[in-house]
């Protein structure tokens, strides 16, 4: 596969994944806004710009209206929903050959939704279902990736590119979280700080999941256990480090190309440190410590893709 291939397959799952992400969890907040707790609103939306990675040029000003319009329209910041989507159709349309129709006339769709005044109407009239159509718009493109387009080369970057952003949204959002939240003793958790817990698993959309394996106890390490460990679960750090390395094992077979050994070991030692570690030796050690760890090793992974995948030398590549 061309490396430009490999390059807007990738970025483009990256992006719809990341638009995703935000949606949900400002989304969360809002609905968080509405519950009277001791928790200030600049507070919530300063944990949101965190959990987010705090993008350059965001900053809370105590507008929360600026602050939303701008992390969804505003097409200038790179951040924002709109800008996700717009980069997220360029990167399909340079690859119009390599997708389904279908996968072409969703991520479009979604394109030219979020820029009609009908999306600006549906944001002033009802946020809650805005924010669930632009959602349901790309839980639709990744339904139709799954089921229209082959299972190749092509494909595991997709997935590869959505598991990796992933990871790293997961990993950073737990992170802040702990800080908060996940540390406190037990015997300050409250009304307000499980109304917290339920926040941070909507974010994941993962309520249900937990509340099927721990019922509706919500405790910090239970919920780190889930999210962290969990192997069944599509938004836990495991099972998303589980997809990065079997896309890249499948991009090895069907590309005919090895991965270097770096990019086997690092991708291979964060798979093993989620799949062997238990809750109990994150808890004694550092909790913050071994997620930042985590999206450490998520932007090695990402640099050893790109050297090896997207700018790798005509000898590099005659030599393996």
């Known amino acids: 596969m061309l490396s ?6 990738y970025w483009m799952s990256r ?3 990341r638009s995703e992400n935000t949606v949900r969890q400002l989304d ?3 609905s ?4 009277t707790s001791s928790t200030t609103a600049e507070t919530r939306w300063l944990r949101l710009l965190a959990a987010l990675g705090n993008p350059p040029g965001l900053t809370w000003t105590g507008d929360p209206d600026e602050l939303t319009r701008t992390l969804i329209f505003d097409p200038v910041q790179p951040s924002s929903v709109t800008s996700c989507i717009n980069l997220a159709r360029e990167n399909a349309r340079q690859v119009r050959e390599e997708i389904s129709s279908e996968q072409w006339q969703r991520v479009n769709r979604l394109y030219h939704h979020i820029r009609s005044p009908q999306a600006q109407n549906q944001f002033r009239s ?3 279902d805005f924010l669930a159509t632009i959602i349901d718009g790309i839980h639709l493109f990744k339904g139709v990736s799954d089921t229209t387009m082959i299972h190749g080369e092509g494909w595991q970057f997709i997935r590869l590119g959505r598991y990796l952003e992933r990871a790293y949204a997961t990993a950073t959002l737990l992170e802040v979280y702990q800080e908060s939240l996940l540390n406190l003793p037990e015997r300050e958790h409250s009304g307000y700080q499980y109304l917290e817990l339920v926040g ?8 249900e999941a937990y509340c099927q394996v721990y019922t509706a106890d919500l ?3 239970r919920i780190l256990e889930f999210l962290v460990l969990n192997r069944d679960f599509p938004h836990a750090l495991r099972y998303s480090i589980d997809g990065v390395r079997q896309s890249l094992d499948a991009i090895q077979r069907t590309g005919g190309r090895r991965p270097p050994e770096e990019l086997l070991a690092t991708a291979g030692r964060l798979h093993s440190m989620l799949r062997y570690t238990t809750i109990e030796e994150i808890l004694d050690g550092s909790p913050g410590r071994f997620l930042h760890s985590i999206r450490e090793q998520c932007l090695r992974i990402h640099e050893l893709i790109y050297r090896y995948y997207i700018h790798y030398s005509i000898q590099s590549a005659l030599a393996v």
């Open 219 to 221: 405790t910090p390490d």
């Open 15 to 17: 992006y719809l994944e």
């Open 126 to 128: 009802n946020m809650n």
């Open 28 to 30: 969360v907040t809002l």
């Open 32 to 35: 968080l806004l509405l519950d």
């Open 4 to 9: 430009r291939v490999a390059d807007s397959l």
């Open 200 to 207: 941070l698993l909507r974010c994941c959309t993962s309520f």
